[in-house]
């Protein structure tokens, strides 16, 4: 017998039920593999991204035990809000390509945990005015991460203040 995995390139596997419930592309995280995986990526991308594929799989068992039990302790709950959030960030809108570096810090958001307690009808909303308050007030956020290609420390900083900055003003709307 052979590893199978070692001889493909890779395999996605699409999922009907993510589709229709929104989530495209319907890709399920769990038995996908890549031999590419993060080689295809930017190191930015790899720094805020690294662990998403694990704590998405991670989300989707969560997911389906919690429909079992209704004691969930405060670590399973919050595994279960940022899941939720994480893939209501991942939605992508029909011919709106995002760049690569709002993809990042769409993903620094979500993954640092800044929306855990923003209502999750509100996460797709709330996009766009990421996107303006960036533009507005942090631009060179945005070019430094289209030129360096990865997160400094110094970039760091900068996201968690800007971040922190936008959710306080959000949350005040």
């Given at each position: ?58 989300y989707r068992a969560l997911e389906a035990f919690a ?107």
């Open positions: 017998p052979t590893n199978v995995i070692s001889i493909t390139d890779g395999q996605i596997f699409l999922e009907s039920d993510l589709f229709f419930s929104g989530v495209r592309p319907a890709i399920n995280v769990g038995i996908s593999v890549s031999r590419v995986g993060g080689n295809a990526q930017v190191k930015a991308m790899k720094q805020v991204a690294g662990s998403l594929r694990l704590d998405l799989a991670q429909k079992f039990g209704s004691d969930l302790d405060k670590t399973t709950q919050q595994q279960l809000r940022r899941g939720e959030r994480l893939v209501e960030l991942l939605k992508q809108p029909q011919y709106e390509p995002l760049s690569v570096e709002k993809q990042v810090v769409l993903i620094f958001l979500g993954s640092e945990g800044y929306l855990d307690e923003l209502p999750i009808d509100k996460v797709s909303t709330m996009q766009d005015d990421y996107f303006s308050f960036i533009e507005s007030n942090y631009p060179e956020i945005l070019t430094d991460l289209a030129e360096k290609k990865a997160i400094s420390d110094e970039i760091r900083s900068g996201l968690e203040k800007m971040c922190s900055e936008f959710v306080k003003m959000f949350e005040a709307k």
